[in-house]
């Protein structure tokens, strides 16, 4: 069992139905990497090896989501699986744009339909703005990142660019999200849906969360794992 | 524009001693002395610093003079302690003033607590001052900060200390949030964006 494995009471050995009630974040993990629901006794080694999935990198991201401030020693990187940390973004990327977006957008609209069309207008154009900013951003990690990860783990050579260039600024579109969050929290006419406003900051502060924990698993998992590929360690 | 000082203090003697000294620097203005106040007086009369002497209460209810004057006024509450004052007491003022201090350590009191309300986070809820507002309004119309600089002849330095300060106050960061904020807030017109 390795060190960070022992720091932190997570282990494969565990029952999977018991880690994911420890932490209901977690429950977002196991949905994209493919798990089923329906665990009964079975472990997280168990479950994972089923899923394909190898179970160390599993809780690797587990222990990003449960643990604040969390980072992950050397040996928990070189043991991580690239090719599942690189599935969980790619399914984080369409759970935010299939899942979460979508339901920000119909609250937001419902919201703002009792407000004068002018107001309807400007706030509708910033969370559009917001969004296609949003889809840009994943476009090009979908694009141009993800591909050359994998070219790097099939040791492919003469790839475009190194991850070093990767994109690490994600600073404009956690701005706009957060201004979206203090403009609905606090200077939205009071004409607004209250019930629908509720829902619009919960899908927001549910994405700040969620994108806090993916920008992450980019810059500190991601990033260092490609970097060693790349230097032959 | 010189601070104005409320004087209130049942000694006659004290609080002409007290007035001479701030008179003397045109840094203060004297605006009265009283020996006792009432809180609709405290209001109309609307003092940057308040030098009291907690005499004036009940011994009881010396250790609540600020929360009661703060009730009137978000005026400095510096007490002028004729007779000694237990540490409790003490604690709840934004300075203390006694018989031996001498005018410059006085005058050195009365700025140390008029710095501190100025620096006191009132923060978040603040209302833009209207010199921020001109600066949003340009900020939201797209206007560079060499132009804004340019148009109300202050320095580009000055220009970024208004927007940081309308940041800070309105908790917006983009100029796209700000020209929602603007527009929310009638501050312009959907035209002058479009």
Not at chain 1, 45 to 54: H, R, T
Not at chain 1, 87 to 107: D, F, R, W
Not at chain 2, 41 to 48: G, T, V, Y
Not at chain 2, 90 to 110: A, C, E
Request: glycine content about 4%; proline content about 4%; overall charge negative.
């Amino acid at each position: 069992m390795n060190t960070s494995a022992n720091r932190h009471p997570m282990s494969p050995s565990m029952k999977m139905a018991e880690l994911l009630d420890t932490d209901f974040s977690l429950l977002g993990v196991a949905t994209r990497l493919g798990l089923h629901f329906g665990f009964g006794d079975a472990t997280v080694a168990e479950v994972c090896q089923q899923a394909g999935i190898d179970p160390e990198t599993f809780l690797l991201i587990c222990r990003v989501y449960a643990f604040d401030g969390y980072r992950p020693t050397r040996e928990a990187l070189s043991a991580a699986h690239l090719l599942d940390i690189l599935k969980y973004l790619h399914q984080s990327h369409t759970y935010y744009t299939e899942m979460v977006v979508p339901e920000m957008a119909a609250a937001l609209e419902n919201m703002i339909r009792p407000c004068a069309e002018k107001q309807q207008r400007v706030i509708w154009k910033f969370f559009a703005d917001y969004k296609e900013e949003l889809a840009k951003h994943f476009a090009y990690e979908e694009g141009q990142v993800f591909p050359y990860v994998e070219a790097v783990l099939n040791k492919r050579s003469g790839a475009p660019f190194t991850i070093g260039e990767y994109e690490k600024n994600h600073s404009n579109v956690e701005e706009k999200l957060e201004d979206l969050k203090n403009l609905v929290m606090k200077y939205i006419p009071v004409r607004c849906n209250q019930q629908e406003a509720y829902k619009v900051l919960f899908y927001i502060y549910t994405l700040e969360y969620d994108l806090g924990k993916h920008t992450f698993i980019e810059d500190d998992i991601l990033v260092p794992m490609v970097g060693r590929m790349e230097n032959h360690e | 524009m010189s601070k104005r000082i409320l004087i209130v203090v049942p000694s006659a003697i004290a609080a002409k001693g007290l007035e001479q000294v701030f008179n003397d620097l045109g840094e203060f203005e004297v605006c009265a002395i009283l020996r006792d106040i009432s809180g609709q007086e405290l209001r109309s009369m609307a003092p940057d610093v308040v030098l009291v002497d907690p005499c004036i209460y009940d011994y009881a209810s010396r250790s609540g003079v600020k929360a009661r004057i703060a009730e009137y006024s978000d005026a400095a509450v510096i007490a002028f302690a004729a007779s000694p004052m237990d540490e409790d007491q003490q604690r709840q003022f934004d300075g203390v003033i006694g018989l031996m201090d001498t005018p410059p350590s006085i005058i050195k009191k009365v700025r140390a607590a008029l710095e501190d309300r100025t620096e006191a986070p009132k923060a978040e809820g603040e209302e833009l001052s209207q010199r921020e507002k001109e600066i949003l309004i340009c900020v939201a119309k797209g206007m560079l900060n060499k132009e804004i600089a340019d148009l109300y002849n202050i320095s580009i330095y000055t220009v970024i200390t208004h927007r940081k300060n309308i940041t800070r106050k309105t908790g917006i960061k983009t100029v796209a949030g700000l020209t929602v904020y603007a527009l929310l807030n009638n501050l312009i017109d959907m035209n002058s964006v479009e």
